[in-house]
C-alpha cells in the first residue's frame, strides 16, 4: 500500500480557510496558513522546549537512548501527520494537535500527575489533558497581544476532545471522567469555543490520537527491550508480533539483537498505520462524510485500528504494564518521584515566596483554590531536572531517581 503518495483532500477535512478562527482576532499570515502557523506557535513555546527534560517512562538521566516526552511528541506529529496524508486530512492541523497534546504533562510523566492531582484533590484534582488547554490559552505569556497561544478554534476543540467525546447526548461524562465529572475547566473553554462535549473530534484529531496509541506501544517496547525489563522472545506471544519476529528471522537469519529490535518496532509501526488507513477507509466508505460535521456526528470515532488491531493493541498494553510501567525497578523511582513533587508542592504551600517573583505576585490576595492551583502551574511546567534541582535547594535529602 503505498500511502506516501497521499490523496487529494477529502470533503470531510478540515480546511483552513474554512477555520472558524481564533477567540482573539488577527491579522493572517501572508506566508502560513493557520493551521501551519498553529503548529509554529506550539514549536517556539517555552512548554514544548520544556518536553526534552520530562519524563516518559524513565527519567531524563537513565540514559540519552530512551524517550522523552519530548521525542514521543515527535514521534506521534511524524505518524498523525503520515496517517493525515493518507486519508486526505489536513496534514498542518493533525501535527499541531500531535505536536501540542502533550504540552500540560508535569515532571516525571503519569506519576507526577498522580502527586498532583492529590495535592490539588480539595480544589478539582490536576489532569494533564486540562493542563494543556491551560497551557495554550493562559500559562504560556509571550505575546504582546495576549495570554497563551491563541490557536485555532480547530485547535482548540481537538485538544479539548484528544480522548474522544467527553459527554454524551444526554451529558452524562464519558466513561474517561464518569467517576469524578468532567473537569470545570473543560466545560469553561468548551463553551468559549462553542464546541459540544458530546460529538466526535474531527478526523485530524483522531489522527493525532490514534498515532498517540502507536508511538506508545512501538517505543515503549523498545525502550523496554534496551532497559533489558523483557527478552524479544516474549514479544512472540503476543498476537501480530509472533508473526513480525518470525518474518524478520526468516528474513534474516542470525540478525543481531539490536537490529532485530529495531526491525521489529519498525515493523510493527507501518503494520499498525496501514491497518488504521485500512480500517479508517471502510468506516469512511460506509459513513459517506460530506463535511466534517458527517464525522462530527458519527456514532464513533471512524479513525480507528481494525478489531484484530485493536486486540493486538490491548494485548501489548496488557503485556506491557506489569513488566515495564510496574516493574519493580520502575516503581521505585516512580514513589521517589511522587515523592519529590509531593515535597514541593507542600514547601511551597506554606512558602510561596519561594516561587520566582512572578509566580508569587498578587498570591496573598489570591483564594485559597486559586493559590493551589498556581502552585500545581508552577510545578507541572518543571522539567525532570529543575523539580530535583528545587527539591535540593530548599530540602535537606533528594532521592536518587536511578
Not at 485555532?152 to 469524578?180: F, Q
Request: aromatic share 6%.
Amino acid at each position: 500500500m503505498a500511502i506516501d503518495a497521499g490523496r487529494e483532500r477529502a470533503p470531510y477535512a478540515l480546511h483552513p480557510r474554512a477555520s472558524r478562527g481564533r477567540l482573539r482576532p488577527e491579522p493572517e499570515s501572508p506566508t502560513r496558513n493557520v493551521f501551519r502557523r498553529d503548529c509554529d506557535r506550539i514549536i517556539h513555546s517555552t512548554a514544548f522546549r520544556r518536553l526534552k527534560h520530562k519524563t516518559q517512562v524513565f527519567v531524563a538521566h537513565e540514559g540519552d537512548h530512551y524517550r522523552t516526552r519530548l521525542t514521543h511528541t515527535l514521534e506521534v506529529a511524524q505518524i498523525a501527520r503520515s496517517l493525515a496524508r493518507a486519508l486526505g486530512l489536513d496534514e498542518d492541523l493533525a501535527e499541531a494537535l500531535a505536536l501540542a497534546h502533550d504540552l500540560g504533562h508535569p515532571p516525571f510523566g503519569h506519576v507526577g500527575e498522580q502527586a498532583l492531582d492529590k495535592c490539588l484533590a480539595p480544589f478539582g484534582g490536576f489532569d494533564h489533558n486540562v493542563q494543556t488547554l491551560r497551557v495554550v490559552m493562559r500559562l504560556e505569556r509571550h505575546y504582546a497581544a495576549f495570554d497563551g497561544l491563541n490557536l485555532t478554534r480547530e485547535t482548540l476543540e481537538g485538544l479539548i476532545k484528544h480522548n474522544g467525546p467527553l459527554a454524551g447526548p444526554d451529558g452524562v461524562p464519558s466513561a474517561h471522567y464518569r467517576e469524578r465529572g468532567i473537569p470545570a475547566a473543560i466545560t469553561q473553554y468548551a463553551q468559549a469555543l462553542a464546541a459540544p462535549l458530546w460529538t466526535q473530534a474531527s478526523g485530524e484529531a483522531q489522527s493525532a490520537a490514534i498515532a498517540d496509541d502507536i508511538a506508545y506501544d512501538a517505543h515503549d517496547i523498545d525502550d523496554g527491550l534496551r532497559a533489558g525489563l523483557f527478552g524479544i522472545d516474549e514479544l512472540a506471544q503476543l498476537p501480530i508480533m509472533g508473526d513480525v519476529l518470525a518474518g524478520i528471522r526468516a528474513e534474516y537469519p542470525g540478525l543481531e539483537a539490536a537490529r532485530l529490535a529495531h526491525e521489529l518496532v519498525r515493523r510493527l509501526i507501518t503494520l499498525m498505520i496501514e491497518d488504521v488507513v485500512r480500517s479508517s477507509e471502510a468506516r469512511l466508505q460506509t459513513l459517506a462524510p460530506r463535511s466534517v460535521d458527517d464525522l462530527y456526528r458519527a456514532d464513533r470515532a471512524v479513525i480507528a485500528f481494525s478489531e484484530a488491531m485493536a486486540d493486538a493493541d490491548r494485548a501489548i498494553k496488557a503485556f506491557l504494564f506489569p513488566r515495564m510501567y510496574r516493574h519493580p525497578s520502575i516503581l521505585r523511582i516512580t514513589e521517589a518521584a511522587k515523592s519529590v513533587v509531593r515535597d514541593l508542592f507542600v514547601h511551597f504551600s506554606a512558602r510561596p515566596q519561594d516561587m520566582p517573583a512572578d509566580w508569587n505576585e498578587g498570591f496573598a490576595a489570591a483564594g485559597a483554590g486559586a493559590r493551589a492551583r498556581r502552585i500545581g502551574d508552577f510545578i507541572a511546567g518543571m522539567t525532570d531536572n529543575f523539580a530535583l534541582a528545587e527539591h535540593t535547594r530548599h530540602f535537606d535529602s533528594t532521592p536518587e531517581l536511578r
